[in-house]
């Protein structure tokens, strides 16, 4: 199954969720209460903390629940705050971490802690999409197509780009749908 957030981002071969952590995880425990899929492939927009340059798409099977405080050290969790997904093939790898949070990140001063710990980019949904997936036992795969630098412009770059990124997102959807068919 594949699935996206929704409102403004969504595809016509993708169910929407929901947008943030909380209507993601409420929508998609009732999908998979329902009618459980084989597997999830999430896809969406993401920011990027810095590396990941505008209009890359990047596919992640982490995903990580980090607040931008944690790294002043005001902030501490008791959760686990980094989630690793049952892969769909055993040959299937990716090391890279997507951070979530119902805020988007400002500070590009900020990119450099996440880096620091091979956190690349910022997506609302990825975190709680994976740890439905984990608790239903479902394998998952994010793909995700930049938008934007988490700076002061994030949200002037997501508006101006996300249009564009949606259509790349597509064709590389529908590529890979084109490899899997030979």
């Known amino acids: 199954m594949i699935i996206c957030a929704g409102n403004n981002e969504t595809f016509s071969f993708a169910q929407p969720i ?36 505008i209009f890359d798409i990047k596919t992640s099977m982490t995903a990580s629940n980090i607040e931008t405080s944690f790294w002043r050290n005001d902030s501490y969790t008791p959760i686990d705050n980094v989630i690793e997904a049952k892969k769909i093939k055993k040959e299937q790898t990716s090391t890279l971490i997507v951070n979530s949070s119902n805020y988007i ?14 956190i690349h980019l910022e997506n609302m949904e990825f975190f709680s999409v994976m740890r439905v997936a984990k608790e239903f036992d479902i394998p ?28 790349l997102l597509v064709e590389y ?3 890979k749908y084109k490899e899997l068919k030979k």
């Open 105 to 118: 990140t400002t500070n590009i001063e900020y990119g450099k802690f996440y880096i620091k710990h091979n």
């Open 18 to 53: 929901g947008v943030g952590l909380i209507e993601s995880s409420i929508n998609l425990t009732r999908l998979a209460l329902f009618d459980k899929p084989e597997f999830l492939i999430f896809i969406g927009s993401a920011g990027s903390y810095g590396e990941a340059k």
């Open 140 to 167: 998952v795969l994010g793909i995700f197509v930049v938008t934007n630098y988490t700076d002061k412009d994030a949200h002037k770059e997501f508006m101006q780009n996300h249009e564009k990124a949606k259509k």
């Open 173 to 175: 959807m529908f590529e």
